[in-house]
């Protein structure tokens, strides 16, 4: 695995991501996670919602059977970089964006004061598929990592050229639920895993342990094209306006 940032060789001893659904911590994080734990660290999960939309329709089960495989997927998922510490939040998946937000926020950011992470990952604004829970997700744990003043904050993201080089596929497939992820500049994303061999496989055992969401997608792209597709987490810092905007889901619900 390369990464292309000096600051990055820091050890990172304990890791939280703070996510909306069960495969949005393997598809953003599952590089970055496995190499913490194979440095010694320790990594802990926020799952804010079940995922248990993530069917068809025309699935006849209940949400609560959705809900149980979407957990044991995630369990299993963690199971293989050994990852134990997952929080389930069990908020409705689509709800994030509903008030209360400050009661996530402060769970959230219990969290944090528990574990105090060296370093915190999440959505940026974009929320990268541009989904109603991931962009709340951005601004609740933002505003949580405001509050609890834990480690260092880094927002997943897209760089333009990946953004480039999938377009075809992306649209293809209809993969965004709204628009394309705001990319950026690759010399904004500061931290950067390519991960190729041994790490690579992992992922990929990650995300197959997630089989209703996975199976699919992968498909779609054949196996030798999805592996390139997840190869590269990328990950840059929040801006200051950022961090301040993310207040504004604490105002908005006072
Ligand atoms: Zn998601």
Redesign the pocket.
Known sequence: MKRNSETDNKKINRLLGV???P??EAYLSAGLMAQVVKDGGSVTIVTITD?EKGFPESDPRSAADKSAQRRGELRDAMAEIGVRDIRFLGIEDGEVAAPPQDMLVARIAGVMKQIRPDLVVTFGPDGI?G?S??VANSAIATAAWNSAGFGDLWYAAKTESWLNQWRKQHDDFGLWMTEEPTGVPNEMAEHVLDLEGPALDKKRAVLAAHRSQTQMVAELFGEAAYREWICQETFRSPTPQELRDADRVLEYVR
């Open positions: 996510w909306s659904h495969d949005d995922g598929t989904h829970d991931h």
